[in-house]
């Protein structure tokens, strides 16, 4: 890509940064937790399930089990059938539990502040560590990309690419980096409500003059 190509992609990232703060000013990771490991088991749990279902799963949890050293010693079928809801249960218990493990060994019980220490994390990758590090330390050190993430991006003409780590690194050259993790949650509030897989509103999508994939009238 050229540079000019470049600044002109940044531009328009840039303003549709600008409208997805103005558009959604409170928004906030809808996970609900209290201190950075609760974070962690919660974003463990949301892969591949609604972060409303995991807030239903977690109180219970939380109580049962309130920090690292509990889950480090937790009964693995009693763990499994609290989580069992958010589906592919087996994993997610195994990692929660071997994750607290690791944390309540190696790291005196918190979660660490480093990328790469908390991907050495049993069932921890890239998205699991951005979100915590983000919303529980306020460090931005990537950009989230689920699934709304990635199909907004993709049609914003952001990137052209599929594997998430490319588009990871994609947004991270066209955005400031103190806005990548909110970046990523209010994508998410649009892509939810307006940009959706299925049915996108582009008739009602106040980003529609800057999509490459608006598709109007
Ligand atoms: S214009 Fe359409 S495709 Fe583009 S972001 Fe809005 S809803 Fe999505």
């Known amino acids: 890509m050229s540079s000019h190509q470049h600044h002109k992609l940044r531009h328009r990232a840039l303003e549709v940064l600008v409208r997805l703060k103005r558009l959604y000013p409170d928004a906030a990771c ?43 010693t937790a ?18 218990a195994r990692h929660i539990k071997e994750s607290s493990r690791m944390i309540a060994e190696k790291f005196g019980g918190e979660v660490p502040k480093r990328m790469e220490q908390l991907l050495e994390l049993p069932g921890v990758a890239r998205k699991t560590a951005n979100v915590v590090m983000a919303n529980a330390y306020g460090i931005n050190m990537g950009v989230t990309v689920d699934t709304h993430v990635r199909r907004l991006s993709q049609r914003l003409g952001l990137t052209q690419h599929k594997d998430p780590v490319r588009i990871e690194r994609d947004l991270m050259q066209v955005l400031p980096q103190p806005d990548w993790e909110n970046w990523s949650i209010r994508l998410i509030y649009h892509g939810r409500g307006i940009c ?22």
Do not use: H, M, W
């Open 196 to 217: 959706t897989a299925r049915n996108p509103a582009c008739y009602n999508c106040k980003l529609s003059d800057l999509c490459p994939s608006a598709q109007i009238g």
């Open 75 to 92: 009964d693995l079928q009693e763990l499994e059938t609290l989580v069992r809801s958010t589906g592919f249960y087996r994993n997610k």
């Open 30 to 72: 809808t996970l609900n937790y209290e201190t950075p490991l609760q974070l962690l088991v919660a974003t463990i749990l949301s892969a591949q399930c609604t972060d409303e279902r995991v807030n239903q799963v977690t109180p219970a949890l939380f109580k049962r089990f309130p920090d690292a050293f509990s889950l480090a």
